[in-house]
């Protein structure tokens, strides 16, 4: 009793939560892009509250805060980077640093960049909103951590 197929229903409700955590993930990521691609700006009504959720999810998982050095290179590197990217960086280096450690943010950022550099090529543009490609490498460096064994 208690059970369907095979897993408790507590184990059930974890994973309906999870998938709804990431409906709710990938709308925000959504919306961030469309922002980014059309106006060029990451807006604080979004960044800001993920930026602090990730950092409250720090207190309970510690190596979190390795994340940080995702948006601490972006205020290093100076111009080229702009306020909503560094607040973004915050909550997805968060996020990458609890899913798979300080190699997944060097990853990230890593993968970031060359999309970035691959979109400013192919549509020989000299500037490119960085945010998109920020995303969408923090959504498959996590799902790699995530599901990929020993990545």
């Known amino acids: 009793m208690g059970e369907f197929a095979g897993t ?3 184990s059930a409700g974890a994973v309906v939560l999870a998938a709804i955590m ?25 960044t800001l509250p993920a930026a602090g959720i990730a950092v409250a999810v720090c207190c309970a998982e510690p190596r979190g805060w390795a994340g940080l050095i995702w948006p601490a290179t972006y205020l290093i590197a100076g111009p080229g980077f702009g306020g909503g990217d560094v607040k973004l960086a915050v909550s997805l280096g968060i996020v990458l640093a609890v899913a798979g450690g300080v190699g997944a943010v060097l990853a990230g950022m890593l993968v970031a960049s060359c999309f970035t550099v691959l979109f400013l090529l192919l549509s ?4 490119a909103p960085h945010g998109p490609s920020m995303l969408a490498s923090a959504w498959l460096v996590g799902f790699a951590s995530a599901f990929v064994p020993g990545v």
Do not use: E, F, N, Y
Request: with cysteine; proline share 3%; hydrophobic share 55%.
């Open 8 to 10: 408790s229903w507590a």
């Open 22 to 46: 990431c409906a709710g993930a990938a709308l925000w990521a959504m919306v961030l892009i469309s922002v980014d691609a059309t106006q060029r700006r990451l807006p604080d009504l979004l």
């Open 124 to 127: 020989r543009q000299k500037i």
